[in-house]
Structures are given as C-alpha cells and as structure tokens.
C-alpha cells in the first residue's frame, strides 16, 4: 500500500555533488521518520541518515559536513544532498520511512528498491 521511490542517483566524479530523493506515496496517514540507507558490495547495510517528523537529524559519522538531509513533509518526500563524494560513498542507496498508516498504527518500515550511486576516483 506504500511505495518509496528514490531518484537521483549515477555517476560522478569524486569530489563532486549529487542530490537524492525519495517520494512516498500510498495509504499514508503519516511518517514517523524517514531516512537513508547504503549498503556497498561487500558490506553491510548502515545508517546514513535519518530525519524525523519533527526535523532532527542524524549522519552517520563517515558523512558528517558532507551530506544532509531534509524533508518535504507535504509532498511526503526526502532528500540527500551528497557533496565532497568520495568513492568510498560508493553503494546502493535505499530510502527508508517508518509510515503509520490505518493498520499499522504504531508504524512500519517500507523501503525502496534503491538508487545507485558511483563515485569515480
């Protein structure tokens, strides 16, 4: 009933810039949080945003001052601007809400089918 679209991945140089979004739509009564994945082959998938209903944030330390979130709540949407890439950035990017919605009071997580994002060297 909820469907997370993330866009705005590709390739970039290192050093460069890149904007993620995520649209939610769907039987939404609302969105407890919203936040960014990655997860590099190899890797396990970690936390690298997160944004709540009431707008604070939190970074995973590896893109403090390089990335930040921010919500649109009226559109139900999420971005990640991405600057100063390295390629260790390097990963699938997958867009996460915790949605209430009229069965799931207390919140569910939905994900995305992720956005890839490649950072040349």
């Known amino acids: 009933q909820v469907q997370l679209v993330e866009s705005g991945g590709g390739l970039v140089q290192a050093g460069g810039s890149l904007r993620l979004s995520c649209a939610a739509s769907?039987?939404?009564?609302?969105?407890?949080?919203l936040g960014w994945y990655r997860q590099a082959p190899g890797k396990q998938r970690e936390l690298v945003a997160a944004i709540t209903s009431g707008g604070s944030a939190v970074y995973a330390d590896s893109v403090k001052g390089r990335f930040t979130i921010s919500r649109d709540s009226a559109k139900n949407t999420v971005y990640l601007q991405m600057n100063s890439l390295e390629p260790e950035d390097t990963a699938v990017y997958y867009c996460n809400a915790d949605v209430v919605t009229s069965t799931d009071l207390f919140g569910t997580d939905y994900w995305g089918k992720g956005t890839l994002v490649t950072v040349s060297s």
């Open positions: 769907g039987s939404i009564f609302s969105i407890n949080a």
